[in-house]
T-cell receptor, first 114, second 110 residues
Framework: NAGVTQTPKFQVLKTGQSMTLQCAQD?????MYWYRQDPGMGLRLIYY???????DKGEVPNGYNVSRLNKREFSLRLESAAPSQTSVYFC?????????????FGSGTRLTVV | GENVEQHPSTLSVQEGDSAVIKCTYS??????FPWYKQELGKGPQLIID?????GEKKDQRIAVTLNKTAKHFSLHITETQPEDSAVYFC?????????FGKGTHLIIQP
């Protein structure tokens, strides 16, 4: 099925550990996004990539890095996890051209940092 | 940049009644306003959208209205059913990206 695939779905980390969240889309979309969702805070943008080869900071980038590996894949890395990074992480993509501005979201990664 | 405000944060309605969620936006250049539904444990899913050259759009029990002058847009759900229980997000923007509201938790009471 066409869409956005995120791995893993669940992860528990110890404080200070590192990990990479993977995201891939098969819709030939240009733009990709990483959001975190916390209770009462809605969706907050961490980083985005408007096109292959570019990345930019969003609202809450501290403690994260990203890589746009190719047009399909956009990964999010936590170098030294902290309890404040406990959250649900969503990857999204969109065509961004020809009036196709809607986002397609993945099913999320639920991360707990202890 | 764009700022999207969404109200209410929680809405409880009786099954069969209507539900209305309201949003405002700040950037007059925004021209695309999608709505997303997020069910428990899932990612947000696009349910309906409206462009700035249209005042209203309907899809079965769901409708969206847009008032460009007042920078208001709303989601209307009629004849609510248990499966409508979810968190709903409004958003606004265009070619440069979307800004999301903080969400409305819609509860359908039996």
């Amino acid at each position: 099925n066409a869409g956005v695939t995120q791995t893993p779905k669940f992860q528990v980390l110890k404080t200070g550990q590192s990990m990479t969240l993977q995201c891939a889309q098969d819709m030939n979309h240009n733009s990709m996004y990483w959001y975190r969702q916390d209770p009462g805070m809605g969706l907050r943008l961490i980083y985005y990539s408007a096109s292959e080869g570019t990345t930019d900071k969003g609202e809450v980038p501290n403690g994260y890095n990203v890589s746009r590996l190719n047009k399909r894949e956009f990964s999010l890395r936590l170098e030294s996890a902290a309890p404040s990074q406990t959250s649900v992480y969503f990857c999204a993509s969109r065509a961004g051209q020809g009036g196709h501005y809607g986002y397609t979201f993945g099913s999320g990664t639920r991360l707990t940092v202890v | 940049g764009e700022n999207v405000e969404q109200h209410p944060s929680t809405l409880s309605v009786q099954e069969g009644d209507s539900a209305v969620i309201k949003c405002t936006y700040s950037d007059s250049a925004s021209n695309y306003f999608p709505w997303y539904k997020q069910e428990l444990g899932k990612g947000p899913q696009l349910i309906i959208d409206i462009r700035s050259n249209v005042g209203e759009k309907k899809d079965q029990r769901i409708a969206v209205t847009l008032n460009k002058t007042a920078k208001h847009f709303s989601l209307h759900i009629t004849e609510t059913q248990p499966e409508d229980s979810a968190v709903y997000f409004c958003s606004g923007g265009g070619a440069d990206g979307l800004t999301f509201g903080k969400g409305t938790h819609l509860i359908i009471q039996p």
